[in-house]
């Protein structure tokens, strides 16, 4: 059995090594060769790449997408989608999210990777219907973490029910890069036994074992492995592509990359990542292996994010305190899996109870939301002592939080009419507000005819 190889330098590589900073024509660079490397998807849009474009690089992720689409003629083209949260940090309306998934498909994509914080599966549907309806794979992708209540049960049973969804395959997305070799052999056989779904590992290289991790669950029967390009390999990135073109070539799982192009691809990225590491942005620490995170479970993103805001304090000497609080704060929030959005809220939080002195004194206002059902049904009971110190008495919401969100398209094209010439712009500002309308405003060249305000929703009576 071949394995397929999807190829992450282009969207996840450079997400966790290089602040998600590469630009258009870097990406532009390389991608022909890629093309014809032999590949079963290039991983280029989503996550933080949309964001990115638009906060940072003065770039149309739109137009990024459809520059790759013409490049890329051989090879599928994947995103990662948030589920309801689509590329931001809150939930959207139904309507929003149908129409990102047409406008992402339209656009060039071929797989959309969905997932949700939370493996809370109602967060899903959106996407996955409309992935389906307009002519998508969809791939589902189930949020990696251990805990008491993450057993290889809990992920056989949701795979059991994505599948029933309609999902084309299956995901399992290890984002802290914590998924132990033997755990995968099990995880893996017991996913391959219980469901029909081709199966995808997703991991990160952050703990130095993910080499042996991705070899047993090939030797357990995954279809499809997540690896990068050698210069955006390693530390918290993926597991390096040529590496495993090696590991598996003339074997039955050989995936018959094309080692030539592979080679021509990665010289060009070589010269691209030292511009990066000599204007700072690439840390040499985030190439470095860190066994700890077995212990703390923090995804390497995650680990920047908390000594970004441990500096802003000037609190490092905290850092080791503010890793061993991490795991006590997510047992009380009910084991979220740390992965965007919910792994900022436990790291600001648990940064917040060091700092502080005393554990839940100042919570910020996205944890009070997280607790009010707001984000979806946690994994786990909440430790009722914390819930009632930080919420007292106020309702928790039970059913899907996007119920409570009238559509949004349609008013927004009207407000926006004067500034946005397409339906891919009204869905920037959607998702990014100010930031989408400055970048509209520069790419445009024209002033505002009215006043701006910064898009904004509610849900429970609380801003989201």
Known sequence: MSIKIVETSLRDGHQSLLATRMTTEEILSIVPELDKAGFHALEVWGGATFDSCLRFLNEDPWERLREIKKLAPNTKLQMLFRGQN?????????????KFVQ???????????????LNDIRNLKSAVDATKKYGGHCQIALSYTTSPVHTVSYFVNLAQEVEKMGADSLCIKDMAGILLPSDAFDLITQLKKNTKLPINLHSHAT???????????????????DTALSPLSGGTSQPATESFH??????????????????????????????????????????TSNPSILQYQVPGGMLSNLMSQLKEQNQMQDYEEVLKEIPVVRKDLGYPPLVTPISQMVGTQAVMNVISGERYKIVPTEVKEYLHGYYGQAPAPVNPLV??????????????PADDLKPEFEDLKKKYAYIAKSDEDILSIALFGKVALDFLEKKYQEKPKQQVYAFSVTIGGKPL
């Open 86 to 98: 689509i590329l931001g940090y809150r939930h959207y309306a139904d309507d929003i999210v149908e």
């Open 103 to 117: 406008k992402s498909i339209e656009n060039g994509i071929d797989i959309i990777r969905i997932f949700d914080a």
């Open 207 to 225: 703990a130095g074992i993910m080499e042996a991790t991705y070899i047993k669950a090939i030797e357990a029967g995954v279809d499809i492995i």
């Open 246 to 287: 090696y590991i598996l070539e003339h074997t039955k799982y050989d995936p018959k990359l094309n080692i030539k192009h592979l080679n021509n691809a990665a010289q060009k990225l070589t010269f691209i990542k030292d511009n990066y590491l000599k204007n700072g942005i690439l840390n040499p620490k985030a190439l």
């Open 387 to 400: 819930l009632a110190k930080i919420i007292g008495n106020d309702h928790i919401i039970t059913h899907r």
